[in-house]
């Protein structure tokens, strides 16, 4: 959960999984590993089985903006 919501970015980043609903488990995997972090949607990119027995999703994230600290100068 974001506690800035509007101080925010949004980023993707892909995943391979046999249906969407371990799709959305592998995406909030990533989520949970980066602080202010939450999945927003997943969508399917492929609709052609690979070889490992997996599709390509694509995970889609937005995550909380930390202000740069120059106070150091």
Known sequence: ML???EN???????VWAANESEAWKRCQ??????PLTEVINVTQETKRLSKKGT????????S????NDN???
């Not at 995997?29 to 980066?34: G, L, V």
């Not at 599709?55 to 937005?62: A, D, I, L, N, S």
């Open 64 to 67: 909380e903006v930390k202000p």
């Open 8 to 14: 925010y970015e949004e980023w993707e980043d892909v």
């Open 29 to 34: 995997a990533i989520a949970n590993e980066a």
């Open 71 to 73: 106070s150091n100068n």
């Open 55 to 62: 599709y390509k999703f694509v995970c889609w994230f937005r």
């Open 3 to 5: 506690t800035d919501p």
